[in-house]
């Protein structure tokens, strides 16, 4: 059986405000992180039939998103990252998610300081 190329969708650059660090000064106010997403799976049937039901719903899934990391208080951007992967896996139709998150502000001389993860139901 011939295996098909997975398929993606990515969102690039979600900015959002939250609380996340280890040190104090990082407890107090909201600091900018920057998400990535990309989402592995078959987009084969939502081409060929133009239908919402056989892809993600990307404009529910950025709400989602917001509302997880802008209600949180992580320590770490790890936290983030797996948290986002866990997210994202609940809708059947994704078999993969690789997570980027950026916090700009983590060290100074630097543009940002990033983790990536993936993770998928294999």
Known sequence: MKETPMDFIHIHDLRLKCIVGVYEHERRENQDVVLSVSLGMSLRKAGELDSLEHTVDYQKLQHQMIA????SRFQLIESIAESIAALCLKDDKIELAKVVV???AALRSVRTVSVEITRSRL
């Open 68 to 71: 997880l990391v802008t209600n």
């Open 102 to 104: 950026e916090k700009p």
